[in-house]
Structures are given as structure tokens and as C-alpha cells.
């Protein structure tokens, strides 16, 4: 059983920045990966970043490789989402996902089986 809540999300003006929290609890993470994925309004639910938890290689979506950066603490279970020079068309929920498969730097939803609830993210213009 892994929980996961997502924290940090806000309104910013387009070039702002936010730092996004996802507090894991129930089970460490050891083969776990995490990622971050993001849903607008009528529109599917997209990859945005994952990291591996063992070892912490990372991975983007190359619409925001230049501007987020993803990034875990190990002692606390977080993953943190840093994102820079905001656009508005990064308003979006923001959740982050557990997947348990080993080694798999996935980019697809279907493949993580915990998610958070969840967090706002709007930038505006």
C-alpha cells in the first residue's frame, strides 16, 4: 500500500515558478518509480517527468525537459517537481504516481498503479 499527496501547487504569472511535493507514506520507495503527469480541462492525462527512485535517474517529456526539473529526498519519501519560466499552457492538475514495475521508466499512465489526488497548478497570462 503506498499513499501519495501532492502539495505546491498556485496561481503564478507566465515566467513564475512553483516547486511541486508528493509525500509518499505506507512503503519506502526501493524499485519504485515516480512520476509526474498533468490533466487540463477535456483533455488526456499526459506524462510530464519520472524519476527512479533507486539511483534517481530522471526522465522528461521533451515539452518540458528545458524548464522542470524532478528530484526526490530520500530521507523524507518526496518527490518534488521543480518548474521554471511557467507557460500558460502548463496550467493543468498535477499528479504524481507510483509504479512499481523494476526498472521501467515509463511514460504511460496505465502503467503506474498508486496516484495522488491531485494539485492545481495556473499560470496565467
Known amino acids: 500500500q503506498v499513499q501519495l499527496v501532492e502539495s505546491g501547487g498556485g496561481l503564478v504569472q507566465a515566467g513564475g515558478s512553483l516547486r511541486l511535493s508528493c509525500a509518499a507514506s505506507?512503503?519506502?520507495?526501493?524499485?519504485?518509480?515516480l512520476g509526474w503527469f498533468r490533466q487540463a480541462p477535456g483533455k488526456e492525462r499526459e506524462f510530464v517527468a519520472g524519476i527512479i527512485w533507486s539511483g534517481g535517474y530522471t526522465y522528461y517529456a521533451d515539452s518540458v525537459k528545458n524548464r522542470f526539473t524532478i528530484s526526490r529526498d530520500v530521507a523524507k519519501n518526496t518527490v518534488y517537481l521543480q518548474m521554471n519560466d511557467l507557460k500558460p499552457e502548463d496550467t493543468a492538475v498535477y499528479y504524481c504516481?507510483?509504479?512499481?514495475?523494476?526498472?521501467?521508466?515509463?511514460?504511460?499512465?496505465?502503467?503506474?498503479?498508486?496516484w495522488g489526488q491531485g494539485t492545481q497548478v495556473t499560470v496565467s497570462s
Open positions: 504516481a507510483a509504479d512499481l514495475s523494476y526498472g521501467t521508466a515509463g511514460t504511460f499512465a496505465n502503467e503506474f498503479d498508486y
Open positions: 505506507g512503503r519506502t520507495f526501493t524499485t519504485y518509480t
